[in-house]
Structure formats: C-alpha cells, structure tokens
C-alpha cells in the first residue's frame, strides 16, 4: 500500500488550498470506500485530508422550508434525523437500505455522493478499466455486467453509481455545494453527475478538489409522500439490482406531481424525467406507471448478463407509486 | 461410558478468551522482529515466467526481499503439487503465487508486491467447465478412493420400460469458502527448527507436509494452531500461506507473518469445483424407483487431480435394481478444486434430491411420502446391511414438526399477497467415518487430570466435545480435567474434516483414559504423574467395512416476490439422526451453521469466472454473496435419539456435513412449488424468476 501523509484541515479553505496545490491528494470522509480502494491500489493518494472536523457536520432547516444537510453528516444520523423522515421519507429509506449499520455510523453525505463504482473490474488493478486506467479498456462491457447499466452507457464504461442516497436526492431535486479553489458554487444535482462518454473517468461536472460541502434539498411538500424501493440480491447488505426513489403528488385521483429516480441502470442516479411527463396530470393507475416506466426504459440497451433490470424497474416502477398512491 | 458430561450442553471452554480478544490467532502471536510476507498472484493463466525484475520493489522503503523461482529456498518435490511454489517458472493457473515480499510492515510489503515486475510467456488457455468440453476424462478413481463408475443391472433397458421417468440436468457454479479468518500463518526458524503458527484443520498434517517439503525429520516441525477461525475443508491440508511464509522466514532468516488477503482466498486456497449434473430416475406408478442414473461432470486443475465424489451420494441413497452413476473430469487452467464442506455429497444431493421432486410430481406422489417408499435397510452399493439408517424417522419426525401433512401439492396453490409461497423437502445423508488417532491421559498427584490429542477446533466446539468425552472416559467431573489440543508436539491425530473429527479423536480420548484407569487401578492416589497412550491405528484399521451414515430430512418454506422474482426464507427446519450428540449447543451451531451454507449455495453464492481473465472476478464479499443473518428468519434444528454400536466407542456419527447435505434441493424444491418454476441452475437468484406476474 502507497504510503500517505495525512492532513487535518483547519477550516474549508485551507481543505481546498491543500487539494489545490498536491495534485495526488484526496478528501477522506468516513473512507469506508476510499481506503478499501487504497488497500487494492485503485487509488493512491500522497495526502489524505480528513474533512471529518470540519464545521460541516449539521442539518439544518432553511427559512424556505428547505433542508441543508452538511457533507460530514454520518449517513445514520441523517437517517434517523428527525425532519428527514418527516418530510423526505424517501431519503431516510435510501439511506438505511444501503450498505450495513457500521457502515453507515462510519459513511458521510459527501463520501456517499463521491462513491466510486463497484464494477469489479475497476476494483482489481489486474483487469483492463478506462475509469480506473483511461485507454486501457472495458473489461465489463463483454465480460460479467449483471450488476451495470442498462441505460446511457458508452462503449468506454457500462458502470452503474452504486449509491442509494444518490438516487433519492436526485428525485428530491437537490442542491450540491462545492467549494473550488475559485470559491464557493451551486450545482443541480442532475448536472453534478456525467455520462460517461469518452471519459469514463469524469464522473463529476466539478473541478479536481472541489470539496462538497453540503447538499441542498428545496421545500417539497409533496415528498412527505414519497419512498424508496430497493431490490437486491439477498435480504440486506448489498448494492441495488434495481431501486427506485418516488415521490407522488395527487389531486383526487390525478397525478399533480412526482418525482422518479432510478438506481443501478445508469452511470448516474438515473432521473426518470419521460416516466415523469408520462404520468403528471393523468389520473394514477398501476397501469399508467407500468406505461410510464416503459417509457423512460424504452432506450435502455441491455447488456448480457443484465436483461432483468428492465422488467425489474418497471415492476418496482409500479409497486412504489401504487402503494405512494393508496397510502 | 458412565452418564455424565456427554450430552450436556456446556458453553465452549474458550469462548470468554474469544469475546474478551485474548484467543490468539495464527498472526496474531507476538514475535520479536518479525516481518512481513505479501503474496504475489501470476497476473497470466498459463504460461512460463521469462524474467522478474525485483530492482523497483527491493528499492521501496521497508522492503527487505522478493522471493521467486530464481532464487526461493528449495523444496522437496511431494504429491501436492499445488504447493510446488516458487520453485520453477511454470505458470498454471491465474492468481497462483509466483512471488513473495517480504518487509518490516505489512502496507510495505503490499506496496512492494506492487512493484515486482514480471514477464510471461503466455499461451492458450481453457478455463470453463461445459459438458462437452474435449478434455473430459474418466479418473482412475474418485475422492478419496471411490471406485469413479459403477453399475449394476441394466438401467438403459429399466429406464426404457419404466411408467414414470425424469431426465434432468443440474448446474452448480463454483462455490469459494470465505471461513473469517483467512490463511494465514506465523513462522519461525530457529536452530534448523520450523515453529508455525497456522490457521489449518490439522496440525498433525500440515507438520507432516511441511516435513516433506522442507525435507526435515518431523520433529524439527511443530505446527501450533490453538484457535481456528474456520475452515469448512480449505484449511484441510497445507495451503500456500503457511509454506509460503515459511520459505520467506528461512530466506530473510527472520520470522515472517503472511496472511492471504480476502481477495486471495478465491482461488488458489481451493473451492467447490463447479459441476454438471445429468440425473435419470425412473419409476414405477407407486413411485418406487427401478432405475437410477446420476453422471456427473466436474474440473480439476493441470497440475493436482481432485476428483469430487459427487455421484457417490446416489449410489447408497435410494434402492432401485437398475443403477448407475458415472463422473468425468476435466483438466482446465485453473487452481485445484478442493474440499468444501460436504464435498461430493453436497453437490451430488442438490442434483439427487432435486431429481427426486422431479419424481414425485410426475408419479403424483407426496415427496415425503416417495422417499419413504423407496428407502432400504441395506446399502444399495455394498450389499450390506446399514448400521442404523434413520432416514425415514427424520422425514416422520421433520413433516410432523415442519407441518407437512395436507400439503397441496400443485404449484402456486399458495399466496399472501405479492408473495407466492412454496414448501420444499429433502433428504440428506453423509458417511460415518473415522480415521487412526493417539491421545495421551495423565493423572497428577492433585486429582486432576490431562488429556492431550492433537485436534482442532476450528470454530466447531471440538475443544469442548473432547473434554467432555475425556471426563466421562475417565469417570471424573470435567472440571479435574484439562484439555488440550490444537499443537503438533500433541499426540498425532487426524484433520478436523470428513465429520470425522470427533469420532476418531474421541476414540484415541477414551482408549486412553482407559489405559489410564486400568493403569491406576491397583496403586493408590499416584505420588507423581502417570501417563498412559493410546494409539487407535489397529482398532480402526481393523474395524469391520460396514455401510455406516449419518441422515437427515430438511424442510423449508420459501416466498417468492411474483413482480421482483425475489426469494426469501420464510423457514428451514431439519432433523438429523448422527449418533449421540456430545455437547447439544454446539451441534446445534454446526446443523444450522450447515443448514445455512446450503440455503447460501441455493440462493447467493456464485464464484464468476471470466473467461478472458480465467479468474474469478466477484472476490471479495461486497459481490460474491454470502447468506446474511436477515436471510435466515427462521431455523431449527432437531436430532433423533439414536444408538449404534458400530461406530466407535464415543457411538457418534459427526455432525459437521451433513447440515448442508440437501439443503440446496430443498430450498429450489421449495421455489418450485411456490411459484411452478424449476430452476436447475444454482444459484436460483430473482433474474432466474423475474416475469412470474404481469408486472414484470
Ligand atoms: C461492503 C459495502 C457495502 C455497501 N453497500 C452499499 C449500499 O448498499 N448502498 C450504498 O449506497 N452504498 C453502499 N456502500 C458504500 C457506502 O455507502 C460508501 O462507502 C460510503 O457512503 C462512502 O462514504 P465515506 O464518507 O466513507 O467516503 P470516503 O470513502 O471517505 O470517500 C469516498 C470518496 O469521496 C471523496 N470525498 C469524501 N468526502 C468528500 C467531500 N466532502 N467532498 C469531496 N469529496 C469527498 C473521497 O475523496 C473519496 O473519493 C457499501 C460499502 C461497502 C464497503
Ligand atoms: S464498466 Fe467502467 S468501471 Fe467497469 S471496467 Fe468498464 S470502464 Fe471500468
């Protein structure tokens, strides 16, 4: 394992002017996925800079009825805050289906967002990865892809982002703030992620060192009635085969407003914006989002191993905004 | 033996020194300047190395040395070949170890390996198992010495004539142990001496290897392991960590601690081969059975041949005139399979007892019922009458607890909901054996007593069970009495597998104790200590080849998510009849342990192979799925009250294996009658059930 220094910041300025001026150096949240990546030799850093004293530790509720949730925050105290399951239960769900509960006590919002993909080609430095090793190739294009994307995909990288709380701050419509070396920025978190193209290796529309400092969700009523459905492979402790965020706003029977976003298809949370136009201002049935989902998946293209998804979706699809709208 | 400690459930002797840390494991020992050794996989399938260049890597700070063919301590050629290592350029399997770094820490030597640059010469390679593959070939015999086909009538002619038929094939992947803690081993040279401390199944062994291979008389070799954190079979012999660490340590002449990664355990420490399983059962329209056919088709490597008995299970199983059973190998460009909890008669029981329900539902008969019809009071394959065959009593006793009775037998009959529910049965039997063993008992002048054998515990209880077998034996409380085990400078006694371990320990314990007490017997309270060995070989050599075996029935009920193909486990329960049963907690831990493991083989594991790589590429546990405690909401296990004779003096049967004996078959015979889907490739995951509803 490459030796590191390890660097604890003062204050989010200095954080950022240490990433500025070591160009091998890295943010540790919690590390829960970084040092696991160092330990294989995916990344290897010089420097660490451990972000976890920084004042960026609170939630805190905004005079618009939003909620600013500080990057440091650990993933089960999000989970269990208070106002989160209130009024975002869709976040509070994706947070506590992920990973396990140490996990979790360890994970920061920050960390979470910045999870690198579980592709296992890209974890093992024996295996041809453009992410890992830009030119090198895409083991997992033709290779074992159950777990990746069926959706946006590039001949490059057919990865999926693997986090839960990503897909439900997608549907919630959330704010990223960074700090870059140039100061302080706002960013959608449907421009946050990228595609992955020619360059599989951007993962992020930000700048190297932009260090996230908090995330944003706007006031949205409507997401009280919202949640979040998750499909994986045994009863807990694994990544998504297919999850879906919803949030669903009814006017009698028609649908006012919702929200969907979907894991485990994409290299990004994936934010089902056609199943969306499908389904507002028509009245709800389970076959309406069945169509609706049809709709966002219409252009999905199917690797080998992981035709189910589409099916897998869909069904979720329907389950999550059936029980969202008999609830 | 007097009624006394046997059978009665006390808590395992070390569990205090393992929940307060203090239990030390094989790395975990404190030693004066030692070092550390990192493995090094060959990053090709086979070829030939051609150069290592060690310039980058001897020049990283803490980096004291890289060990390779050109330069590793020699070693004797022995017959297990896999531990041939860093002894030529050869290259036969991915991930096998061609280098070690060793340096005064741990991430040192990690970054090290890093840093060994090596070039290959590479050619074809083959590294998929499939039913028509070229090489397939028919071993002399099968594991340990099986005869590989056998027949008897004629079955193609009582296949043809019978009313009822089934001809089904089954597919099991590669399945790769992942006991907690890894290989790992702490050595020590010291005078021409080797002291290992090594997590292994059997210190005696692994003394005897290494032996061998260092080309030592015995005693210059002791092989400590006091605390085992599993094995399941891989650590059934020596493995590549402990010789590995012990060329290091002779090479740096320093003491070296190596532990394989988790990464490293898919692979090179062995696995359950992967199998190809066709079954032809045939019946009449009672549902007794005239012809048996099971062919199975599994991988060895190009270096080791282990041929896994899997159609052994058939042969004693199930009577029928008409039998057959066959295996075939393939030599692939892979590490060697190894032994897996049950080998041969896991794999072989999911095939069988899954061929079974096949039966059941084309003859219309209850599965509980069709097993019981076609059992038998003498072995199929010996002729000889069973020592105790149990097999129906568990079906009776399992249906009876399980709630079979009034099962509708149709397919989807049965829904709550989104969930369609189903129930499965199996039936489950592994061998009854045992191995020569030595144990030594002392008498001390204080009144207490020691009791000496070379077992190992590897997280089963064995430490206890012997303790409490060596109590009784002696006919005195447990508590005058010391254990100890897990240290080759022990009497000698056989690996901790097979489900052989208590059996044979036991026996050498009591033959022991025996001596001992007939030793006492005419002197008073001894003045100093006295001592007496025994040494089983000629007891159990000389013991009559009887069909003796172990049964069980298992029971399950599972739902299946009809939108998402999604399978849960609503309940396993199974009932077993293994002889008498030492300790009830800690047999208890090993039949749900097993339980488990099969209902993991069932529905999560899976070792990918890519091709391209011939590795497996989901090594780690975040991707190679293991059954998590949220997948077991309900298990329960029960044993029957049996007797025999014919075993051994300790009248047990071993409970180590025969937990996960049909417990895959039950759990997929259990998704068919929830849901009408037969799934006859493992693992039965939701991409194999998705569609079941108009959802989906
Ligand atoms: C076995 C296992 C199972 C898991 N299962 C799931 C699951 O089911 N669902 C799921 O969603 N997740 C799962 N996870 C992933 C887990 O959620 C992430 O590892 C965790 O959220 C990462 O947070 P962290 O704070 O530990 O990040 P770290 O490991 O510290 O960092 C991750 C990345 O983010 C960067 N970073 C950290 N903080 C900041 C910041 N403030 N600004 C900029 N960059 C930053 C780091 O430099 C690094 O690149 C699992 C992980 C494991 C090990
Ligand atoms: S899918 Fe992406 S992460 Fe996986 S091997 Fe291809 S390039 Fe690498």
């Known amino acids: ?91 509070a769900r994706a947070l506590l289906a992920a990973a396990s509960g140490q996990l979790r006590n360890m994970a920061t919002t920050g960390g979470n967002l910045l999870q690198r993909t579980r592709c296992v080609y890209f974890q093992d430095t024996g295996k041809a990865c453009n992410k890992r090793e830009p030119g090198s190739g895409c083991a997992a294009l033709h290779g074992q892809n159950r777990d990746l994307a069926v959706l946006d995909w590039s001949e490059q990288c057919v990865a999926t982002h693997p986090s839960d709380l990503a897909v439900a701050l997608a549907a919630l419509d959330t704010v990223v703030e960074v700090h870059e070396a140039d100061g302080p920025r706002d960013i959608p978190i449907a421009e946050f992620y990228r595609s992955p193209g020619t360059h599989p290796e951007r993962e992020t529309t930000v700048a190297r060192g932009a260090l996230i400092t908090a995330v944003r969700l706007p006031p949205l009523p409507a997401a009280r009635r919202s949640t979040y459905l998750k499909v994986r492979d045994r009863a807990s402790f694994a990544f998504a085969a297919g999850s879906v965020a919803a949030v669903l706003d ?63 979706t869909r069904a979720i699809t329907v389950r999550a905004l059936t029980e969202l709208a008999s609830s | 033996m007097s009624a006394g400690a046997v059978g009665r459930a006390y808590p395992r002797l070390e569990g205090p020194a393992k929940v307060t840390g203090t239990a030390r494991y094989a790395v975990e020992y404190p030693v004066d300047g030692v070092s550390y050794g990192w493995a090094v996989p060959s990053a090709v399938v086979r070829g030939r190395i051609t150069r290592v260049d060690t310039a980058q890597a001897l020049a990283s700070p ?22 041939w290592l860093l002894q030529e350029p050869a290259v036969h399997y991915r991930g096998q170890y061609v280098a070690v770094v060793v340096a005064t820490s741990l991430e040192a030597a990690r970054e090290g390996a890093r840093l060994v640059h090596i070039d290959y010469d590479t050619g074809p390679h083959s590294t998929v198992l499939t039913d028509d593959h070229p090489g397939l070939y028919k071993p002399d015999h099968v594991n340990p010495s099986y005869p590989t086909d056998t027949a008897e009538g004629d079955f193609d002619a009582g296949y043809a004539a019978a009313p009822v038929r089934v001809d089904a094939t089954y597919r099991t992947p590669a399945y790769h142990n992942n006991p907690m ?131 052994v299970y058939t042969r004693s199983m199930y009577a029928a005139p008409h039998r057959r059973t066959t295996h075939r190998l393939v030599r692939l460009d892979v590490p060697t399979p190894f032994w897996m909890r049950a080998p041969g008669e896991c794999p072989g029981a999911y095939a069988l007892e899954s061929a079974m329900d096949e039966l059941a539902v084309a003859a219309g008969i209850d599965p509980v019922e069709l097993r019981i019809r076609n059992d038998t009071d003498v072995d199929p394959d010996q002729g000889r009458a069973f020592t105790s065959r149990n097999l129906v009593a568990c079906l009776r006793e399992g249906a009876q607890r399980f709630g079979w009775a009034g099962r509708d037998p149709s397919p989807r009959s049965r829904r709550d909901g989104r969930w369609l529910i189903g129930t499965g049965v199996a039936g489950s039997s592994y061998p009854a054996r045992s191995r020569p063993s030595s144990a030594t008992a002392t008498a001390r002048p204080d009144g207490s007593f020691l009791v000496q054998v070379n077992a190992t515990d590897i997280g089963t209880g064995a430490r206890t069970a012997m303790w409490q077998v060596a109590a009784d034996a002696l006919g005195v409380p447990p508590e005058r009495v010391e254990i100890r085990i897990g240290d080759s400078a022990l009497p000698t006694a056989p690996v901790a597998g097979g489900s052989m371990g208590t059996s044979s320990w036991s026996w050498a314990v009591i033959r022991a104790a025996q001596a001992l007490r007939e030793k006492l017997r005419d002197g008073g309270p001894p003045t100093g200590e006295v001592t007496a060995e025994a040494d089983t070989t000629e007891e159990v050599g000389g013991q009559p080849a009887l069909p003796r075996y172990a049964y069980g029935a298992q029971f399950v009920e599972v739902r299946v998510d009809a939108d998402t193909g999604e399978v849960r486990l609503n309940r396993m329960l199974g009932v077993f009849a293994a002889g008498r049963v030492v300790n009830p907690t800690t047999a208890r831990s090993q039949l749900i342990g097993g339980m488990t493991m099969g209902l993991s083989m069932a529905l999560h594991e899976e070792g990918l192979l890519d091709e391209r790589y011939g590795d497996w590429v989901n090594h780690d546990l975040a991707t190679y799925h293991i059954t998590g405690c949220a997948d077991v909401e309900s298990i329960e296990a029960y044993w029957l009250d049996e007797r025999d004779d014919e075993l051994n003096p300790a009248g047990v049967k071993g409970i180590g294996e025969i937990g996960i004996v049909g417990a895959a078959a039950a759990v997929a015979n259990a998704v068919h009658h929830a849901t009408g889907v037969r799934v006859r490739e493992l693992p039965i995951r939701l991409d194999k059930l998705i569609g079941l509803s108009d959802l989906a």
Request: positive net charge; aromatic residues 6%.
């Open chain 2, 181 to 311: 803690e890894p290989h790992a081993t702490t050595a020590q040279w010291r005078d021409g001496r080797l002291l290992v401390h090594d997590s292994n199944q059997g210190a005696s062994s692994v003394q005897a290897t290494l032996a061998e291979l260092f080309a030592l008389p015995a005693e210059s070799v002791r092989v400590v392991a006091q605390h085992v954190g599993g094995g399941f079979g891989s650590k059934g012999y020596a493995k590549a960590a402990v010789v590995l660490a012990a060329l290091a340590a002779r090479h740096v002449d320093r003491p070296v601690k190596l532990a394989l990664t988790r990464q490293q355990l898919f692979g090179p420490i062995g696995y359950r081969t992967p199998t190809i399983q066709r079954v032809r059962l045939a019946a009449d329209t009672d549902g007794r059975l005239t012809a048996i056919c099971h062919d199975a088709i599994s991988q060895t490597s190009t270096i080791q041949e282990f041929a896994e008995q899997t159609a």
């Open chain 1, 250 to 312: 009814l006017d009698g029977d028609v649908v006012r407003d919702v929200r969907l976003a979907y894991g485990a298809v994409a290299h990004r949370p994936w934010r089902a914006y056609r199943a969306e136009e499908a389904l507002r201002g028509r009245p709800f049935s389970p076959e309406l989002a069945a169509r609706a989902a049809d709709a966002e998946l219409a252009e999905a293209r199917p690797l080998r191993h992981n035709g189910f998804k589409l099916p897998l």
């Open chain 2, 62 to 83: 803490g980096v004291l040395a890289v060990l390779h063919h050109g330069n590793a301590p020699r070693l004797t050629p022995g017959p297990q070949t896999e531990l």
């Open chain 1, 1 to 91: 394992m490459k030796a590191f220094r390890y660097h604890r910041p003062a204050n989010v300025a200095e954080a950022v002017a240490v990433l500025a001026a070591e160009p091998q150096a890295a943010y540790l949240g919690g590390g829960t996925n970084l040092v696991d990546l160092m330990k294989l030799g995916v990344q290897r850093p010089d420097v660490l800079v451990d972000v976890t004293r920084l004042p960026l530790d609170t939630v805190e509720e905004l005079p618009d009825g939003g909620l600013r949730i500080g990057a440091t925050v650990r993933n089960s105290d999000l989970a269990a805050h208070p106002v989160v399951r209130r009024a975002y239960p869709v976040l």
